[in-house]
């Protein structure tokens, strides 16, 4: 079995991007997987695509939730992951 990896595109100077962070790393005792940050400053696509969304919890290739992660969202698509 894989690690599951989350995705998290975030910017700097973002607090909605320092919850999330906070909430995936709470919710790391309870599901293994890996977090990657990745700042959409460093790619324009990225800014295009998700500039007013930020930040995008990505599972599997798919964005779970953006803006305010609720904590039920992630939690049941990395059950059903």
């Given at each position: 079995?894989?690690?599951?990896?989350?995705?998290?595109?975030?910017?700097?100077?973002?607090?909605?991007?320092?919850?999330?962070?906070?909430?995936?790393?709470?919710?790391?005792?309870?599901?293994?997987?890996?977090?990657?940050?990745?700042?959409?400053?460093?790619?324009?696509?990225?800014?295009?695509?998700?500039g007013?969304?930020?930040?995008?919890?990505?599972?599997?290739?798919?964005?779970?939730?953006?803006?305010?992660?609720?904590?039920?969202?992630?939690?049941?698509?990395?059950?059903?992951?």
């Amino acid at each position: 079995m894989h690690q599951k990896k989350v995705v998290l595109y975030t910017k700097v100077h973002c607090p909605l991007c320092d919850d999330a962070h906070k909430l995936l790393e709470s919710m790391q005792s309870q599901h293994a997987f890996q977090i990657e940050a990745v700042d959409i400053y460093k790619d324009d696509s990225l800014i295009e695509k998700y500039g007013l969304m930020i930040p995008v919890v990505e599972i599997d290739g798919k964005e779970i939730d953006y803006g305010r992660i609720s904590a039920d969202i992630v939690k049941k698509a990395l059950t059903n992951f």
